[in-house]
């Protein structure tokens, strides 16, 4: 299952600036991380752990010290071979068509043949199954259709790696879970890599290949594959052990 | 949308009315306020005898060569503004210090260094409107959310095409507000010019034509030339205003 190395990540430390901040710290601390092609890494954390500040550095939001490495090259700024997708559905372009919204970005990278770039959109849209509303506007659609968009507006540009801050974080209970079926299915015909942030144990053991836990003190506390046979459902067998065993993780540095 | 032509049209035939019985009753000298008949006499006249038409064209061709200038540098340097850092701090000061400089003060000192060419009055009409609208834009500018700026990083938007593929197009509902101001703002500048100008060396305009009538006592042809006014206004906002905000904001579900 893992390939190459495509994200080499050496002693990350992000400080806060918040002067007001009573406590100053570090909200990455001395983070190590590599990362293989074609794995689907969870992180789970409790909030304010820094995942999604970790996240923002590997897509080149952040600055930051140490080394954070995209197929060897150092990251200093955001670029197309990373995409995010974000929680907030509005992070379409309202004035552009679902179509246009997939195909814009493949523009700037300077395609220009329409034919081309119509085949991209359809063969992405297809596959988030939103092909049917591709001339509709963001603005008519459901938070699950946006996100689905996003999806396949990131999947279209064939990143080395599709960033995913708790995309699913603002979706009602049903079209989490059908989204989380559809996002596992992509993840193994297409075989992207992904590294998905989540609060939820459940979206954790369904879609990673490999499950991170990160404590508040932003540092990686737990590292493990996750054995389970896909498609996970809670009746999978070792489920309710691997759940167990995340939830410990998590919860016992809540107390601390 | 029917029920509110329907309200605003009862409104007019009201206030026609009223003017009609007050000037039955003979509360004003008719001199001063002259009969509906009277004025659109004046406005046929105007037309048909006089050159009321022939101004019309001259006043709206100074003003559409005003305004087309106005609005490009208002674009330009609000642009610049959100490019450059230095530029935007000294240019939203110069913008707050010259938007409270009304067009008509400027004008002997137009007259003094410019003469009393078309030119002058241009530059009237440009000083009219590029600092309101480069007010609003830069208000749109900066109230352009943040997701949409790190879409437009991470798709790989240079400094120039971010701000016309993502500044512009977001701002839109704050740039149309602007170029509506700017259109009124240029009548104001333009007609008061042309009052106080009389003819230029190429030809006169409405503001001419009122300021004549006015000295001939001519209440009636004022009011028609008011009225000129008022029907082009009506028709830009109506029709022109009204087809790009359907084309556009309100296609894409932003703004009001």
């Known amino acids: 299952m893992t390939g190459r190395p495509i994200l080499e990540i050496k002693n990350l430390v992000k400080q806060f600036h918040d002067e007001m901040a009573a406590e100053q710290g570090n909200i990455l601390d001395g983070v190590d991380f590599t990362m293989y092609s074609g794995e689907f890494v969870c992180i789970l954390g ?211 | 949308m029917r029920r509110k032509l329907l309200h605003q049209g009862l409104f007019v035939v009201f206030v026609l009315l009223i003017w009609q019985i007050v000037y039955k009753w003979k509360l004003f000298p008719t001199l001063m306020f002259p009969s509906l008949a009277d004025i659109g006499q004046a406005f046929f006249d105007g037309f048909v005898k006089e050159e009321l038409g022939q101004m019309v064209m001259y006043s709206l061709s100074l003003l559409l060569r005003g305004f087309i200038i106005g609005m490009s540098l208002a674009f330009l340097l609000s642009g610049l503004s959100i490019m450059n850092k230095v530029f935007g701090d000294i240019y939203s000061m110069l913008v707050s210090m010259c938007d409270l400089i009304p067009g008509v003060a400027l004008i002997p000192l137009a007259i003094l260094w410019m003469g009393i060419g078309e030119e002058t009055i241009i530059l009237i009409v440009v000083h009219s409107i590029i600092w309101p609208m480069s007010r609003s834009i830069m208000d749109g500018f900066s109230s352009v959310p943040k997701l949409y700026k790190e879409v437009g990083r991470n798709i790989g938007l240079n400094q120039f095409s971010i701000l016309l593929g993502i500044y512009f197009p977001a701002a839109f509902a704050h740039v149309l507000s602007g170029i509506k101001v700017g259109w009124a703002r240029a009548w104001r500048g333009l007609i008061s010019a042309e009052m106080i100008f009389g003819t230029t060396s190429s030809g006169a305009g409405i503001g001419w034509f009122i300021f004549m009538k006015r000295t001939n006592v001519d209440i009636a042809g004022v009011f028609a030339a008011l009225l000129v006014i008022v029907a082009i206004g009506i028709v830009v906002e109506y029709v022109v205003f009204r087809f790009v905000e359907k084309h556009t904001i309100r296609k894409w579900g932003i703004g009001k």
């Open chain 1, 46 to 256: 409790p909030s304010g752990c820094g995942k999604s500040t970790f996240l923002r550095c590997i897509g080149g939001f952040e600055s930051y010290e140490g080394t954070i490495l995209v197929n060897g090259q150092k990251v200093e700024r955001p670029g197309t071979d990373r995409i995010m997708v974000f929680q907030e559905f509005g992070q379409l372009l309202p004035w552009k068509s679902v179509e246009k919204n997939v195909q814009y970005p493949l523009k700037v990278r300077g395609l220009r043949d329409k034919a081309k770039l119509q085949e991209i959109s359809d063969t992405y849209l297809e596959k988030v199954d939103m092909l049917a509303y591709k001339k509709f506007y963001p603005h008519q659609l459901s938070g699950g259709m946006k996100q689905r968009t996003a999806i396949a507006r990131a999947l279209a540009l064939s990143p080395e790696i599709v960033l995913m801050d708790e995309p699913f974080a603002s979706l009602d209970a049903m079209s989490r879970n059908n989204l989380q079926s559809e996002l596992y299915k992509i993840h193994q015909r297409e075989n992207v890599s992904v590294i998905f942030i989540t609060h939820n144990i459940q979206e954790a053991i369904c879609l990673g290949t490999r499950i991170l836990v990160m404590s508040k003190d932003g540092k990686i506390k737990m590292d493990i594959r996750n054995p389970l046979v896909k498609p996970v459902t809670p009746a999978s067998p070792n489920y309710g052990e691997m759940w167990d065993k995340l939830h410990s993780a998590l919860y016992e540095m809540t107390e601390e």
